[in-house]
């Protein structure tokens, strides 16, 4: 097993959608035991504390395309600043959400040293859409976009030196729920989608055999994974804003996270939209936490 140093980086940011908890999910990854799960396993951990999200009064305003564009920005800013320094110093960013839209900082940050970067987004929806294009109004249904330099300008600007990510490296897994303008442009840029119709049809390993063959034959220099809890089920992972029936049972998850293990590829990972507010029991970061285990090494025996 890869010996890493691993540097957690929490983002207790809510403002890419509508419901509040999802900030304090954190706290409850870091409280169903993240830390000491993973120096158990050998590697050596540093927790690098949170972003500072500034706190400001969340009102809803209809001529805003974008609801909390400001917040959003700053946040991510900040982020992506400090996943940069944590890559050149050559350590594993372990990016705790928050909301899906820090995903957009994690990414910018990654891409000052990844010039050929993979992403595997595991998640219930595309996360592609633009402020055309968004029913919602909320970020965290736009990061994908974002990352590949669409949407607002002051996201795909931001921290950014114009290395985006190639639509030929980034593989959705799991997706069940995708609005009409993502479907369009997932056409258009011709991305690779697992959906759940994929791994009902052919099974998680055949899904995942042809995630890591596809990203060998991309020549990837590295390979982010963006795990959105609502991707599992809602039955496993209840304590998410925008649960979709229908998902991926607890196992095929291990099962995903275990072949990106055996395969040693991934070089960074966030776990994100945990929200124990409408959570059981802390049970969906309890889930994440499991997960990372899987990610980071963890075997049944
Ligand atoms: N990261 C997430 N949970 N995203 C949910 C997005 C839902 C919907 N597609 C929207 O754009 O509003
Ligand atoms: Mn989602
Ligand atoms: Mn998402």
Not at 248 to 274: D, K, N
């Amino acid at each position: 097993m890869r010996e890493l140093n691993i540097s957690i980086v929490g983002v207790p940011l809510d403002y890419g959608q509508s419901r509040r908890g999802v900030d304090m999910g954190p706290s409850a990854i870091r409280y169903a035991g993240a830390v000491e799960r993973l120096k158990a396993l050998g590697h050596e951990v540093c927790d690098e504390g949170d972003i500072q999200v500034s706190a400001v009064e969340k009102k809803p305003n209809p001529a805003e395309r974008l609801k909390n564009l400001d917040e959003v920005v700053e946040a991510n800013e900040a982020l992506a600043q400090k996943v940069a320094d944590i890559v050149k110093a050559g350590r594993f960013p372990l990016v705790l959400g928050g909301d899906h839209s820090i995903a957009i900082g994690t990414l910018a940050g990654l891409t000052q040293t990844y010039r050929n970067l993979g992403v595997i987004w595991f998640d219930a929806h595309a996360d592609m859409n633009t402020a055309e294009t968004s029913p919602s109004g909320n970020i965290h249904g736009m990061p994908l976009a974002v990352s590949m330099g669409y949407g607002h300008e002051r996201l795909t600007t931001l921290f950014h030196n114009g290395n985006f990510i190639q639509p030929e490296n980034l593989i959705i897994i799991g997706a069940r729920s995708v609005d009409p303008g993502e479907r369009e442009l997932i056409q258009k840029l011709g991305i690779t989608v697992f959906t759940m119709h994929e791994i009902d049809k052919y099974g998680m390993t055949a899904v995942m055999e042809k995630t890591l063959d596809h990203l060998k034959e991309r020549a990837v220099d590295g390979v982010h994974l963006s795990l959105d809890l609502d991707g599992l089920d809602p039955l496993y992972t209840p304590g998410v804003g925008t649960p979709v029936d229908g998902g991926m049972t607890y196992r095929e998850s291990h099962l995903a996270l275990e072949m990106l293990q055996e395969a040693e590829c991934i070089t960074s990972a966030e776990f994100v939209e945990v929200n124990p507010i409408l959570d059981e029991k802390n049970k969906t970061a309890d889930v994440a936490v499991t997960l990372m285990g899987s990610l980071l090494g963890e075997t049944l025996i």
